[in-house]
Structure formats: structure tokens, C-alpha cells
């Protein structure tokens, strides 16, 4: 720090934090976190407005503590600024003192009074849950998207990282204009720069006219490039320089067209460990993680589960013009104990299915997770049989049939012992009636309780599935509307 309280930038190639130190410990593990990432230029709180004019920072992390009001004091000061940059407040854990927290700084506009976005309202509305993890997110797409900043977002598959990017893209004054998702996973090597930049007619065989490629098409607006550490490293010079200048060249053509387009990337991957591997250049890295956004996955917000599957399961409903089914107790606690390695992705499916489950009388929550080869605990296996959990409803009829002479029998010699030591051979309509029997039996016994721990399915020694096609097929239903855990 030199003194005037404040130290020289790193190297400009990277983008450029100014670091407000009030707190010296919160302030030496900020920069610790940032200092790979970031060119960090230190101050004090006092002398903070000048440097971040002088500076251009792309943020700004306040790291004082509590109370916040020097970051409201600095984000007051710099008001009027043109296109002012994020700020972050830097505080340590009420409940691990050694956690370091970092909380974005309410929208200036907020607190003047100015309404907000209600397109950018709308986008935040499928981010669905109360949990203080995915309000951090919320918070943070929603003071970064009135600037210019590039955005990386990180997560696993199937957190709703392109909903952040499209709550970011719609609250930012590019909401206009389009916003142009790109899968990288999904674009052959061979075809990368035509897809992102263009091409003319007879550039290479199979180009019979000119292309406009997804950075043109997006010109005004956005690009979203999904899975973008999948863009071979080859390519990645090319991506970086039109990020910078703002120059696309297509394929084929000598020309240049001039494009004006902000940058969101999302990957499941640590963009940093694949730099350090050799296989994503560090300076593009640099240029797109200049706001990174972390989406946690489902299993680090559970509290939201119950609220997300209700969700999901209305609109499922919706769409087969059905009334909406009620989630059970035991729905909701299934829900909660599973791991969700798919993530809210995987939960929009299982309720999907569990809707159309319930509206056929397939059961519900349990069967769908099952259905997608998940393990639910308490669920039904036959006598000494394991039973195959990834059995389809479909498959489930097949399955019924061929076991149907064997359970008969089965039954038969468990209700009535002195016919099975006998010669006599029951015939098709005494086995049938048998099987009936025992069926209305063990619902008699459960309460009507088809699968899970003491359930019908369990009693009889057979998948959930299994069990509801022998109640269709011998027409044995309950008189009123089903819940899916009956």
C-alpha cells in the first residue's frame, strides 16, 4: 500500500477489483479469494470513490463488516456514475467466525424508489425457493444484470444455471434484444467457428449460402454459451478476440462485421482446475469470469425441495387438464431423504411422472423416483426376492402376467394349506378368486395403503406397479379420489 492508502493494479489483462478495506482480516482473505481471478487495487473506504473512478473496476467489495453503511455511503457517492460497477459486502459468519461471506449491496435504484425491472421479475419468478442460498443468487443476478459485466456461472447439471442467465439477460437494458443460447456440448469440433461466427457460401463443402453465425445473431443483445468448457482450445483465441473487440470475421470471408454483445458463460465444470490442466486459456477465463455466479444443487438447499415439487406438480397437472394432486406426508419426507445427483432437472421429471402416475392409479411420488432407478427406502421386496426397482409401468403388466400362475399358487398355499397338500388342481376361476381375495385382504390390512412400509404391495410381496395393474385388472378400486400415497 503506498500513501496514499492504496496500492498499485495488477496486470490489466485481467479484470480489475478494488478492494475497500476497513476490517484487515476480512480484507486479507477477500484478496486472498480474489487475487487469482482478479487485478486488485486496495484502499480504504475513504479514499474508495476516487479509485474506483480512476480505476474502471469491473466490482467492488467493501470489506468492513457490519454495519453496512460504507457501502451504502460509497454507492451513494459514485451515483451518476455511467454504468457503475457491482458491489459486494464482505462480513464473517454469525455462526463460524473463520467464514468469510460475501453479500451483494442492494440496487441503487431500489433505494431511490425507482420500480424495478417487471420483465426481470417475471425471469426471477422460475427461480423457484426461499432458501438464503438461492436468494444470494437471486440478489446477484439481479445487480449485475443492469450492467455490462461478462457473467460466469458455475453449478451442476440441472441447478437452472440458463434461468440465471436469462434473469440477468432480462434485467439487463439489452433485454430487448435477443438472447442467444449456445450449447457448446453439442456443436461438432468441425463446425465451432461456422456456428459461432458465420460463413459465406462455398467457404467449405456443404456451404451452399451464407450463414449468420450465433454472435451476429445476437448483436444488440446476449449470448448465453452453455457448457463452455467444452469449446475446443483451439477456437478459444478466436472466441476471446471478439469478446474484446467486438470483430467477427466469417468463415470464408475477408471482411469484418462489427457486433455489440455481453457475455454469460455456464459450466459444470471448475474452469480454473481445467486452465491449470492446460486445457482453457487463462485469459479467457479472465475475460468471461469477470461476475461469477455459483447455482447450488438441490441437495445444498433442501428447504426448497417440498416448495419446488408442489410447483412442479401444478404445472404438470395443468397440463393434463387435471385437478392438482395433494403431496402426502410420506411424499414429502421421500422427497427430502433422496440425493437428486439430476438436481431440480431431476425433480421436475420425477413429479412429471408422478402426475401422470396418479392420474392412471399407478401410485405416485415413490413409484416415479423408482421408475428412475432411484432406491427409496421402505420400498416393497418380495419374499427372499429382491425386486428390480427400475421396472417400468409398462414392463410392470408383463412382469404381472408371467409371475401371475406362480403368485396364485403362492397365495394358495399360504391361505389354504390342507388344499395344497391335496391332489386336487385349482382351476383358472378358483385362482383367480383366490388372488382377489388376498389382494382386498392385504388393502384391508394396510388401510389402503398400496406401497411403502406396511403397504399392500409390501404385504403381498410385489412392486408398487405390479400390484396397482392386478387392482386394474380385477377392477378393485377405492371410491373416492386418490392422494398419491394413499
Known amino acids: 500500500m503506498n500513501g496514499n492508502g492504496r496500492t498499485a493494479c495488477l496486470p490489466l489483462s485481467r479484470p480489475r477489483l478494488v478492494l475497500a478495506g476497513g476490517d484487515a482480516e476480512l480484507t486479507e482473505w477477500v484478496r486472498r479469494l480474489f487475487e487469482t481471478r482478479f487485478a486488485i487495487a486496495m484502499c480504504s473506504v475513504e479514499t474508495a470513490a476516487s479509485e474506483v473512478r480512476s480505476a474502471a473496476p469491473d466490482l467492488i467489495v467493501v470489506a468492513t463488516g457490519l454495519p453496512w453503511s460504507d457501502g451504502h455511503a460509497l454507492a451513494q457517492a459514485l451515483d451518476g456514475e455511467i454504468a457503475p460497477p457491482p458491489i459486494l459486502l464482505a462480513d464473517r459468519s454469525s455462526t463460524n467466525e473463520s467464514r468469510l461471506l460475501l453479500f451483494p449491496l442492494p440496487e ?13 421479475r417475471r425471469a426471477v419468478r422460475e427461480l423457484v425457493g426461499r432458501s438464503v442460498l438461492l436468494r444470494n443468487v437471486i440478489e446477484q443476478a439481479r445487480i449485475v444484470g443492469p450492467t ?6 458455475t453449478g451442476e447439471s440441472g441447478t437452472g444455471k440458463e434461468l440465471v442467465a436469462r434473469a440477468i439477460h432480462e434485467q439487463s437494458p439489452r433485454r430487448r434484444r435477443p438472447l442467444e443460447i449456445v450449447n457448446c456440448a453439442c456443436i461438432p469440433r468441425e463446425l465451432f467457428e461456422s456456428e459461432f461466427f458465420g460463413h459465406v457460401k462455398g467457404a467449405f463443402t456443404g456451404a451452399v ?10 448483436n444488440g443483445g446476449s449470448i448465453l454459451l452453455d457448457e463452455v468448457a467444452e469449446i475446443p482450445l483451439e477456437l478459444q483465441g478466436k472466441l476471446l478476440r471478439v469478446l474484446e473487440g467486438g470483430h467477427v470475421q466469417r468463415v470464408g470471408e475477408d471482411r469484418t462485421h462489427h457486433v455489440n454483445v455481453r ?37 445444498e438447499r433442501r428447504e426448497d425441495i417440498a416448495l419446488l415439487a408442489r410447483h412442479f406438480l401444478r404445472r404438470a397437472a395443468e397440463r393434463l387438464g387435471e385437478p392438482e394432486v395433494p403431496l402426502s406426508n410420506r411424499d ?14 431431476e425433480l421436475l421429471h420425477v413429479m412429471e411422472r408422478a402426475a401422470i402416475l396418479a392420474r392412471n392409479g ?9 421408475m428412475g432407478g432411484a432406491r427409496v427406502a421402505g420400498s416393497a421386496q418380495s419374499d427372499g426376492r429382491q425386486v428390480d426397482e427400475t421396472t417400468h409401468v409398462g414392463e410392470a403388466t408383463h412382469v404381472a402376467e408371467a409371475t401371475q400362475v406362480a403368485d396364485a399358487t403362492r397365495i ?18 378358483e385362482m ?8 382386498l385382504e392385504a388393502l384391508r390390512c394396510s388401510g389402503w395403503k398400496l406401497y411403502g412400509p406396511g403397504g399392500a404391495a409390501q404385504l403381498v410381496g410385489v412392486k408398487p406397479t405390479t400390484l396397482a395393474s392386478r387392482l386394474r385388472r380385477f377392477g378393485i378400486e377405492r371410491r373416492h379420489r386418490h392422494k398419491l400415497s394413499p
Open 108 to 120: 441503487r435504484g431500489a433505494r431511490q424508489g425507482v420500480a424495478p425491472n417487471p420483465v426481470g
Open 148 to 153: 455490462e459485466a461478462s457473467v460466469l456461472i
Open 209 to 218: 449460402r451464407d450463414r449468420v453465425g450465433r454472435f451476429e445473431a445476437a
Open 263 to 299: 457475455a454469460i458463460a455456464a459450466t459444470n465444470q471448475n474452469l480454473a482446475h481445467e486452465v491449470e490442466r492446460g486445457r482453457f486459456r487463462r485469459d479467457l477465463y479472465y475475460r468471461l469470469c469477470v461476475f461469477p455466479i455459483h447455482v447450488p444443487s438441490l441437495r
Open 332 to 345: 414429502l419426507a421421500v422427497l427430502q431423504a433422496h440425493d437428486w445427483p439430476g438436481n431440480v432437472r
Open 362 to 370: 399407478l401410485g405416485g411420488v415413490e413409484v416415479a423416483l423408482q
Open 412 to 429: 394358495a398355499d399360504a391361505t389354504h394349506p390342507s388344499d395344497a397338500t391335496t391332489d386336487r388342481v385349482l382351476t383358472q376361476i
Open 432 to 439: 383367480q378368486n383366490r388372488e382377489r381375495s388376498n389382494l
